[in-house]
């Protein structure tokens, strides 16, 4: 038990200071260099932690917690508040509607989905996590959020997925502008390519984005004269959450 209890605290040390160098995390524990190692090697083979991707001697969070935290998830109101809305609006479009929720600024995890019967169709797994700047839920959160928060996001590095994605800051703030004045976001393969998404924030009592919903389709079916009425079902399924949520 006592082995459990240092794995769950240099757990929630990476949690807290990553990325995280072995060392730093000695210090912060006082234990011998080689349990600490030991400790985080165990973790990474489980996939609770992983490599930093730009220095491999830092440690980070692994995806095995964002795949958890949508299960435990699942028992909460505001899982229980979008389920209807979201099989409402899956039978009124006949396109894949997911709810994600922001993993602070690190990126957007997919918590929930409902399929449509298109044989092609877009496709997100529950715990899929995506970047806050390339993706329409990504958008819809971060333009709810405090100048600060998204003056933090927008100084570190956006990572381009195709000719389409906002990597400069200046373009993104504009874009989160867009978005405030039309109670939208919309991504054309700005992510995935062959992929669209138009999303809506999920708002707590103060404003506060808690999840993002969102309409997802392939390319071949996204109808750019159909963006205002898509834009509108999608933000009064996000209203309409907030209000189920807040009850």
């Given at each position: ?24 995390l000695t210090k912060l524990f006082g234990l011998p260099k080689s349990t600490v190692q030991r400790t985080l090697v165990t973790l990474n083979e489980a996939g609770w932690l992983r490599a930093n991707r730009k220095d491999t001697t830092r440690w980070e969070i692994g995806t095995r917690i964002l795949a958890v935290r949508p299960a435990a998830l699942q028992g909460s109101s505001l899982f229980a508040a979008a389920r209807e809305p979201m099989i409402r609006l899956r ?157």
């Amino acid at each position: 038990m006592k082995s459990v209890t240092r794995s769950l605290r240099i757990l929630e040390a990476v949690a807290q200071h990553q990325p995280v160098t072995v060392g730093e995390l000695t210090k912060l524990f006082g234990l011998p260099k080689s349990t600490v190692q030991r400790t985080l090697v165990t973790l990474n083979e489980a996939g609770w932690l992983r490599a930093n991707r730009k220095d491999t001697t830092r440690w980070e969070i692994g995806t095995r917690i964002l795949a958890v935290r949508p299960a435990a998830l699942q028992g909460s109101s505001l899982f229980a508040a979008a389920r209807e809305p979201m099989i409402r609006l899956r039978d009124a479009l006949n396109e894949t509607i997911h709810l994600s929720v922001p993993d602070a600024l690190q990126c957007m995890v997919v918590v929930d989905r409902v399929d449509c019967d298109h044989a092609v169709r877009t496709y997100h797994a529950i715990g899929d996590t995506s970047p806050l700047h390339a993706t329409a839920t990504g958008h819809a959160v971060l333009a709810h959020l405090p100048k600060s928060e998204v003056d933090e996001f927008a100084a570190g590095t956006l990572e381009g997925y195709g000719a389409q994605t906002i990597t400069d800051p200046v373009e993104l703030r504009a874009e989160l502008q867009r978005v405030r004045d039309r109670g939208y976001a919309v991504n054309h393969n700005q992510y995935l390519q062959g992929v669209c998404a138009i999303a809506a924030p999920v708002l707590d009592g103060d404003g506060v984005p808690l999840a993002a919903l969102a309409v997802s389709l392939p390319d071949s079916r996204f109808e750019p004269g159909r963006l205002t009425e898509l834009g509108q079902l999608v933000t009064d399924t996000a209203a309409e959450i907030t209000a189920r949520h807040l009850r």
